[in-house]
Structures are given as C-alpha cells and as structure tokens.
C-alpha cells in the first residue's frame, strides 16, 4: 500500500522538507516562468540569471529524486474525442487493495485516492471512447469486483486545470492572470488542425533537461523547431495543451494535504466559472454532471495545501465569498496511483 498523501511532512514541518533556497527558486521558475520556446530552460535560467549548464543539472537531479513528477504539458482528452469522468466507489477497507490492484495498469485512469467520503472511499479518473462506453466500461470493471454502489460524474466543462505549487506560501495557486488559463468551452480535435498525435503525446510524456529538449521529439514527428515555437501558445490558447511547465510531486515538497471542494447551487455553471476566474488556489474547476449513482453535488474544485488548515481556510474563503451554502470538503487519505 502507497504511503498516505495526508501523512505529516515530519522532515521539514507544515513547508515539508526543507529545500535550498536555491532549489526552490529553481521549482518556482520551472512551475511559473517556463518559456514556449523551443530552449525553456535557457529562458529559466535567464529568469534566474543563472547559468543554464547548472539549471540543466539541478533540474536533472529533482527529476532524479522525484521531487520534480514531469516537465512538460498536460494534452486534453477532449481533443482526442474522450468522455472524462470521475467516479466515486462504496467499499470497505479491505476492499480497497483489489480495486486499487485492478486499476492501477490501467491507462485509462490517472489519478486513484481513498478520500473521506463516509460512503464513496475511493475515487478514481476514467476517460473512455465516449459517453456510453465509459458507463459500460466502469459497470464490467466494478460488478466483476463485485463493487455495486458506486457513482459517475462526468466532466461536463472543465474550466481550468492549473496545478501549481506555491512554495512560499504553502497553497497551491495559479499564475496571475487567470483569465489567461480559464479554457474554452470547446476544444478542437487534434486531427483536424493536422497536429501528429505522436507529437501530443510527446509533450504529454515530459521533456528532458537539456538544451534542446524537443530535438528528438521533433525529428520523430517532422515538424521544425519555428513550428512548435509558435504552436504552443496557440494549443494552450485552444485549450489543447494545459498546465505547461514543472509538474511537482505535492508531498515531497511539503504540500501534504488535498481535497476536493464539492458544492451545488442554483447556476452551476455560472458559479464554476466565477470560481475559475476568481480563486486562484483551485487546481481543478470543473462542472460535473451525474451519470449514474446518489450525488447532488456536481460543482468540483480542487484544493492543496502543506496543512489541512491552510486547505481548510481556502474553502472557508470560497464558500463565504461565492455564497455557496451547499458544500462538502472531502480530503484525499491516500494515493493508490503515485
């Protein structure tokens, strides 16, 4: 069983382990100044007015200690045509290791917590073909666990999704503006703008620390560097590409504690995007839609935090200031898919 998430960060306290300040300039840089050119890490180290040989080398090492998860983006499911869900499961506790044996080869699914839910523990990510095969596939993968109750809540529109790691101040927050990262109401598929799926997925894989780091991807693919360089603002502007940048690994940094924000109010969708434009803590903003099972709060965010009180205040502030009155905070216990 993976260590639980929500464990206290013993070596460092509520920031975690303690990181050289050098080391958590660098994570800073890499998070929120990460340049779409063809040489980030040049940019970075400009921005750190460093030399890039030193950046290469210490970004090389977090990788290696996994304090950095991946650089790179995050592709939308949506430009592939995929239906997105998260869903939900009833079961006891010693129920949890073949559910969570069952889906962990599983591409398919992302992200796998038990959470605080006193019915639904665990809480996974599904994406599928479409509507229709995600429910059939989720009902065969859980009935032949012998899991019945259990609930799927579409991903109706996502807003945003910006997961970054606010070092100094101990909560997860997005760059300013945030308008700059709210995504469209539609995403064009892929193959449409005749982008080469390998080259996506590329992107999605993560990038290496060298000076470079698109060279090999590009020469598999055939697109040129002045290609990229000017499609990337454009994928994301799509909503495409999202979360650009360092991707870190929340509990070795210190950042121990998430949850999800559930809610419900009388425009849902006029509250997911106020909160999308106006909580910059919020990872996640989506609007979710319930396709099977007992739910009525289909309003989603997602908050972190390096203690259940920094996350607990966040809510607190975002349910007084969006005058939501119908809210659950539900923290995740464990993560069953590091």
Request: hydrophobic share 40%; glycine share 8%; net charge neutral.
């Amino acid at each position: 069983m993976a260590t639980p998430e929500a464990s206290p960060a013993a070596e460092g306290g509520e920031m975690g382990p303690r990181l050289p300040p050098s080391d958590r300039e660098l994570l800073m840089a890499l998070q929120y100044h990460f340049p779409l050119t063809v040489t980030p890490f040049q940019g970075v180290a400009e921005f750190l007015h460093r030399d890039e040989n030193k950046v290469l080398r210490d970004t090389e090492r977090l990788l290696r200690h996994h304090v950095i998860k991946r650089i790179g983006f995050n592709v939308n499911f949506k430009t592939y045509g995929m239906e997105g869900a998260l869903v939900g499961v009833a079961c006891s506790p010693g129920e949890i290791p073949r559910l969570r044996d069952a889906l962990f080869p599983l591409d398919v699914v992302t992200h796998n917590y038990v959470r605080s839910h006193p019915t639904y523990r665990v809480w996974f990510t599904y994406k599928a073909a479409n509507e229709g095969s995600l429910l059939l596939e989720v009902e065969h993968l859980l009935a032949s666990l012998g899991l019945p109750r259990y609930v799927v809540l579409r991903s109706r529109r996502t807003y945003a999704v910006r997961v970054k790691f606010d070092l100094e101040r101990g909560t997860s927050r997005s760059p300013e503006p945030l308008s700059r990262y709210v995504l469209p109401v539609t995403v064009p598929p892929a193959e449409s703008l005749g982008i080469p799926r390998d080259l996506l997925e590329g992107l999605g894989e993560g990038i290496p620390p060298v000076h470079a780091p698109y060279q090999e991807l590009l020469g598999r693919t055939g697109w040129s560097a002045e290609q990229l360089e000017g499609a990337l603002p454009k994928w994301l502007d799509l909503g495409i590409l999202r979360n650009g940048g360092a991707t870190l690994r929340g509990p070795v940094v210190g950042f121990t504690h998430n949850a999800m924000f559930v809610f419900r109010t009388a425009d849902l969708a006029r509250t997911c995007e106020t909160l999308a434009y106006q909580v910059p803590e919020a990872t996640h903003v989506v609007l979710r839609e319930v396709l099977h099972g007992d739910w009525t709060r289909p309003g989603y965010i997602m908050l972190h935090g390096t203690s259940r009180q920094k996350v607990e205040e966040t809510a607190e502030r975002v349910a007084t200031e969006g005058g939501i009155r119908d809210h659950e905070l539900i923290f995740s216990l464990q993560n069953l898919k590091p």
